[in-house]
């Protein structure tokens, strides 16, 4: 074949496929086919294996386990004491204001004491009355005393004139028979033995009241100092009124809204402003599943939301004893037949670690994520 027959034949051959273009390659088309099933099914394992794991790295399961547990559900706590007057009456003085730090014994209320101020007035004097009463009940025993001195010696001059009648009776007697007493004196004798008889037995009985008399002193002193105990008790609970006409701080801290107004009427136990002291912990209401390796002691760490997620650092400082479910007002009843298993939560207290300068701007009930260091 020549060189001007080529071309020639060249365009004949691409004549004679459809449309003029060369025939595909028999063999590249299948291999090419399985390259690109293979490549869709490394992609779509590729995909599954990281749902995978994504799954198991948010639930924390193997090969994704840690030692770190860490709950939402966790609070900012504080004994936040509520402020009520144990007495009713008008408000005549609020010497503080919203948000005020105070310290223990600062005056915050102050009610209208002219009632209780009088109604101890009258208990003092009624406890002067009955100390006056148990004196004089000292004076009466004393008396009764000198009386029973006193019968007892009209006993001995009863006694002394019975023996000198019976004497001249004895000796009348002797002198009736042979007549050197009369019939008549011999009478008069023996009537005035008689008499000295009685009167020695009036003595013995005016003795004997002397004594239960004393015995009554006596008796009636018990009486007289209860009741002067009694009238004490109840100048001592007038002052307490008195004293609870004004309503102090029972600590150092931090008041929050002032509930009251000047010249407001409240009752006993009217919730007037609440107290806020510096001793702060949290609570992380942790899941049951979470708390196998949870112990008293452990490290905890936990952001808090209203510091921009500023951690903080402390230690556990108790456990509760029961879940959560147990101190509801209202129980479950798990027996009704239509029971779904849910993860209980257990309380658990973090004492916040000191010398943290951030640790001060916390409040009750701010939010916080917490995360124990269960590989202590």
Not at 197 to 226: G, T
Request: aromatic share 4%; proline share 4%; hydrophobic share 45%.
């Amino acid at each position: 074949m020549t060189q001007e027959e080529t071309p020639s034949t060249t365009t004949t051959a691409l004549a004679e496929t459809p449309e003029g273009k060369a025939p595909p390659s028999e063999a590249a088309s299948p291999s090419r086919g399985r390259r690109v099933r293979l490549l869709s099914a490394l992609v779509f394992a590729s995909i599954a294996l990281a749902g995978v794991l994504l799954v198991l790295y948010a639930w924390r399961l193997p090969p994704f386990s840690s030692p770190i547990e860490s709950t939402e559900n966790a609070l900012v706590k504080g004994q936040v004491t509520t402020i009520g007057p144990q007495l009713a009456g008008y408000i005549v003085e609020v010497p503080v204001h919203d948000f005020q730090f105070v310290k223990a014994g600062d005056l915050l209320v102050r009610l209208d004491d002219r009632i209780y101020r009088q109604r101890l007035a009258q208990a003092i004097a009624q406890q002067r009355q009955q100390e006056a009463a148990l004196a004089n009940n000292l004076q009466q025993r004393r008396s009764a005393e000198a009386t029973i001195a006193q019968r007892q010696a009209a006993i001995a001059d009863a006694a002394a004139q019975g023996d000198k009648a019976k004497a001249d009776l004895r000796r009348n007697q002797a002198l009736v028979s042979d007549g050197s007493v009369s019939r008549r004196e011999f009478d008069i004798t023996r009537a005035a033995a008689a008499a000295a008889q009685a009167s020695l037995a009036q003595a013995k009985a005016a003795l004997a009241i002397a004594r239960e008399d004393l015995q009554s002193v006596i008796v009636n002193r018990a009486s007289l100092e209860a009741a002067v105990e009694n009238a004490k008790a109840s100048v001592e609970l007038a002052r307490i009124d008195l004293d609870n006409t004004r309503v102090v701080a029972p600590r150092d801290g931090q008041l929050g809204q002032i509930g009251t107004r000047l010249g407001a009427y409240v009752n006993s136990g009217a919730q007037l402003m609440a107290l806020v002291p510096d001793t702060l912990w949290v609570i992380a209401n942790m899941k049951e599943t979470q708390m196998a390796d949870v112990r008293v002691g452990q490290a905890a760490s936990f952001t808090v939301d209203a510091l921009n997620h500023r951690k903080l650092y402390g230690h556990i400082e108790q456990i509760a004893p029961a879940t959560g479910s147990e101190f509801a007002l209202l129980q479950a009843d798990n027996a009704t037949g239509n029971f779904v298993k849910i993860a209980q939560r257990i309380p658990v207290r973090i004492k916040v670690d000191p010398d943290q300068a951030e640790a001060k701007r916390l409040r009750p009930g701010m939010s916080v994520v917490v995360s124990i260091d269960t590989a202590q």
